[in-house]
């Protein structure tokens, strides 16, 4: 996919992170959107097939090509080909977040909420850490993480109806645990709010995440069921608005 392609995708399917990404100069604006298109084809491969050996070598491709990527290779697929243009050798880097994804192969349910805290962390962490990366922010690895782990959960619980029919979810139906992780999730937001002036403004692209995630927590603590991360079409503009002008990213 080219740049222009991989860009109308992310506004598409991701309309919030889009507009905050257009706030990065255009090099890192570039940066964000191939590393945020890479996280969405990583995120697929492991449900392309039921069988787990297979979704396996999916997901392995995926980590040799970058690492490949890092020996100097020439990438021998597409949708590498704008990673490298706009990463280069350091896409290398990236294969973490290949390597958080062979633990969706499995299909192995979530056992307590030490385990799906670890995962949160795996994956939209790794993926906070990298974009903060790609617009030359130093990391401040406790303000960034807590809000990746904080919207992370959100999402998670919110999808928890269609991980739990692929067993992505949780091993046992437990309303105490959904209270429990978005008791996690609040505490995280919470935690990056007060830390946000760690941070400089540059790191906001990175940082926002739109808005809805603290009222839907609050549900799920409460009520100990899924709840949709949801904002009204005027929040959301707002919310951006605000972050053009303010560079507020937190809730």
């Known amino acids: 996919m080219s740049l222009a392609?991989?860009?109308?995708?992310?506004?598409?399917?991701?309309?919030?992170?889009?507009?905050?990404?257009?706030?990065?100069?255009?090099?890192?604006?570039?940066?964000?959107?191939?590393?945020?298109?890479?996280?969405?084809?990583?995120?697929?491969?492991?449900?392309?097939?039921?069988?787990?050996?297979?979704?396996?070598?999916?997901?392995?491709?995926?980590?040799?090509?970058?690492?490949?990527?890092?020996?100097?290779?020439?990438?021998?697929?597409?949708?590498?080909?704008?990673?490298?243009?706009?990463?280069?050798?350091?896409?290398?880097?990236?294969?973490?977040?290949?390597?958080?994804?062979?633990?969706?192969?499995?299909?192995?349910?979530?056992?307590?909420?030490?385990?799906?805290?670890?995962?949160?962390?795996?994956?939209?962490?790794?993926?906070?850490?990298?974009?903060?990366?790609?617009?030359?922010?130093?990391d401040r690895r406790d303000v960034a993480q807590d809000q990746a782990l904080g919207c992370g959960l959100a999402q998670w619980l919110a999808a928890l109806p269609e991980l739990d029919a692929l067993r992505l979810g949780l091993a046992r139906p437990d309303p105490a645990l959904i209270s429990e992780l978005a008791r996690r999730g609040l505490a995280a937001l919470e935690r990056a709010r007060a830390g946000r002036r760690e941070l400089p403004r540059t790191a906001a692209p990175a940082l926002f995440r739109g808005m809805g995630h603290v009222a839907a927590l609050k549900a799920m603590a409460a009520e100990g069921k899924p709840v949709a991360v949801t904002a009204s079409e005027f929040s959301r503009r707002f919310a951006l608005g605000r972050l053009a002008l303010t560079g507020r990213w937190w809730e």
């Not at 997901?59 to 100097?72: H, K, M, P, T, Y």
């Not at 706009?86 to 030490?114: I, K, N, S």
Request: charge should be negative; charged fraction near 25%.
């Open 5 to 138: 392609e991989i860009a109308e995708s992310l506004r598409e399917t991701e309309p919030d992170r889009f507009g905050a990404s257009l706030l990065a100069p255009q090099p890192a604006r570039e940066k964000l959107w191939t590393l945020f298109a890479l996280s969405h084809d990583l995120a697929r491969a492991p449900l392309q097939s039921n069988e787990p050996l297979i979704a396996m070598m999916r997901v392995r491709w995926w980590i040799d090509q970058l690492e490949a990527i890092g020996r100097g290779n020439e990438p021998g697929n597409e949708p590498l080909e704008s990673l490298v243009a706009t990463w280069g050798r350091d896409a290398a880097a990236l294969v973490d977040l290949a390597e958080a994804r062979q633990r969706d192969c499995e299909r192995e349910p979530f056992g307590d909420a030490g385990e799906v805290e670890a995962y949160i962390r795996a994956t939209a962490g790794a993926l906070m850490r990298h974009a903060l990366v790609a617009l030359g922010v130093p």
